[in-house]
C-alpha cells in the first residue's frame, strides 16, 4: 500500500524567513497530493493540493511543488508569520474511493 | 454550503465500556465518509471508509466498528473499549469522484481510564 513519509518532523523558524516540508510517497499511481493545517485541539484543514499533471502550484505565501519521477512533494511557506505555527500534514492519494494516506505530520514553530 | 457535525466533543469512558461516536454531514448527498483515529503527538490514521450506506471497509484490525445507516450519517462504535482506543476521532467526508478534499468534522476526543 501507499507509504507517505515525511520530514522534518519539527521545524524552527524565525519570523520572516520560509519554511519548507518534504514528503515522499511510495505509490506511483498516486495522482492526488494535498496539504492540511492543523491547530492544536482543531480539525485538520486543506491548505493547498496538488494533482499529478501539474508540477507547482502557489497560493499567496504557499506554494506546493510535485517531483513524480522521485515521488516527492515539498510545501513551501514564504515570510511566516506567529499564526504559520501549527501541524501540518501531507497526504497521498490511495486507489479509488478518494482515500488518503497520510504523513506522520510536522510541527512547525515560527519564533517571533 | 455543507457541514459536518461529530458528538459529543468530549469523552472519558472506562475500559470494557461501549462506545458510539456519531458523525453526520449536511448540505451534500451520497458523499464518500471515513473515520480517522489520531493519537498524541502523531498522523492521522485511516480506520473505516464507506461509499454509501451500509457499505463499510475497514483499514485496520481492532476492536472498533462502524456503520452507515443513513446516507449522511457515519456511526463509530464499539462493544468494550480499551486503554488504547484513547486519541482524537475525526470523521471526514468527500464526494465520490478521486482527486478531491476530504473535508474534516471537529473532532471527538476520547479518553479510556
Known amino acids: 500500500g501507499e507509504n507517505v513519509e515525511q520530514h522534518p518532523s519539527t521545524l524552527s523558524v524565525q519570523e520572516g524567513d520560509s519554511a519548507v516540508i518534504k514528503c515522499t510517497y511510495s505509490d506511483s499511481a498516486s495522482n492526488y497530493f494535498p496539504w492540511y493545517k492543523q491547530e492544536l485541539g482543531k480539525r485538520p484543514q486543506l491548505i493547498i493540493d496538488?494533482?499529478?499533471?501539474?508540477g507547482e502550484k502557489k497560493d499567496q505565501r504557499i506554494a506546493v511543488t510535485l517531483n513524480k519521477t522521485a515521488k516527492h512533494f515539498s510545501l513551501h511557506i514564504t515570510e511566516t508569520q506567529p499564526e504559520d505555527s501549527a501541524v501540518y500534514f501531507c497526504?497521498?492519494?490511495?486507489?479509488?474511493?478518494?482515500?488518503?494516506?497520510f504523513g506522520k505530520g510536522n510541527q512547525v514553530v515560527v519564533i517571533p | 454550503s455543507q457541514t459536518i457535525h461529530q458528538w459529543p466533543a468530549t469523552l472519558v469512558q472506562p475500559v470494557g465500556s461501549p462506545l458510539s461516536l456519531e458523525c453526520t454531514v449536511e448540505g451534500t448527498s451520497n458523499p464518500n465518509l471515513y473515520w480517522y483515529r489520531q493519537a498524541a503527538g502523531r498522523g492521522l490514521q485511516l480506520l473505516f471508509y464507506s461509499v454509501g450506506i451500509g457499505q463499510i471497509s475497514s483499514e485496520v484490525p481492532q476492536n472498533l466498528s462502524a456503520s452507515r445507516p443513513q446516507d449522511r450519517q457515519f456511526i463509530l462504535s464499539s462493544k468494550k473499549l480499551l486503554l488504547s482506543d484513547s486519541g482524537f476521532y475525526l470523521c471526514?467526508?468527500?464526494?465520490?469522484?478521486?482527486?478531491?478534499?476530504?473535508?474534516f468534522g471537529p473532532g471527538t476526543r476520547l479518553t479510556v481510564l
Open positions: 496538488i494533482r499529478s499533471n501539474v
Open positions: 497526504a497521498a492519494s490511495i486507489g479509488g474511493n478518494n482515500r488518503l494516506a
Open positions: 471526514a467526508w468527500s464526494v465520490q469522484s478521486g482527486g478531491h478534499e476530504q473535508f
